[in-house]
């Protein structure tokens, strides 16, 4: 089974599961190495699967039940309305992860039969949008925030300050405030848990801190 295959394959078996599977129970199943299927694993994650480990009995990993939405119908009218205000949330740079915004509209606008598809380009070309902010960080800073925000990670990130200075900060996100011409992220320190506040477009690099390196550091 080619690697493409498998990863459909783990993600509509796991989907279809009420419990956790273990990696090795993964292996057999798949015919592949217990390496291979963490690998695997990673790969789904970094896809934006919500794949958990969860321990003891009956744990394993599974997806998480939220993921699979019931079956929903939408008018082309009701699509164009939605679409629309979230091109418009997303050229305004109204919320931090325009990425995953985007994927929902394409979702939507996929959910829809050919015609209804070219009703909705008909009402959608007639809805235009002026004064898009000028002020936006990377796409890899948005990764990294939307990971951290979600996730509840710690964000480690290089920071110019309003002096010029380039400042390295480790902040765990509690919220975000939203201007006309830029974002606002709420945090705290990750080691004296004080109020950090955050200029989006300021952020030049960002990432992560992985569990290991988190749990290392507050020991330090």
Do not use: C
């Amino acid at each position: 089974m080619r690697r493409q295959a498998r990863l459909f394959a783990i993600t509509e078996y796991l989907r279809g599961r009420r419990t956790g599977v273990t990696a090795e129970a993964l292996a057999e199943r798949f015919g592949v190495t217990v390496r291979t299927i963490y690998r695997d694993l990673d790969t789904l994650r970094d896809a934006s699967l919500p794949v958990q480990a969860d321990r003891g009995r009956g744990g394993g990993y599974a997806l998480d039940r939220s993921y699979a939405l019931p079956p929903v119908n939408f008018t082309a009218r009701e699509a164009a309305v939605l679409a629309s205000l979230g091109k418009h949330a997303v050229e305004m740079r109204m919320l931090p992860f325009p990425e995953t915004l985007q994927r929902a509209l394409d979702k939507v606008r996929g959910a829809l039969g050919t015609p209804a598809q070219r009703e909705l380009l008909a009402h959608m070309d007639k809805l235009r949008f002026v004064g898009v902010p000028a002020l936006a960080p990377s796409p890899a800073v948005r990764r990294a925030v939307e990971s951290a925000w979600f996730e509840g990670g710690v964000l480690a990130v290089k920071y110019r300050n309003s002096h010029g200075e380039l400042e390295r900060r480790r902040v765990r996100l509690v919220g975000a405030t939203m201007e006309r011409t830029m974002i606002v992220l709420l945090g705290h320190d990750a080691e004296t848990k004080e109020p950090v506040p955050l200029r989006f477009d300021r952020i030049e690099q960002a990432s992560v801190a992985a569990p290991a390196a988190e749990k290392a550091a507050q020991e330090t």
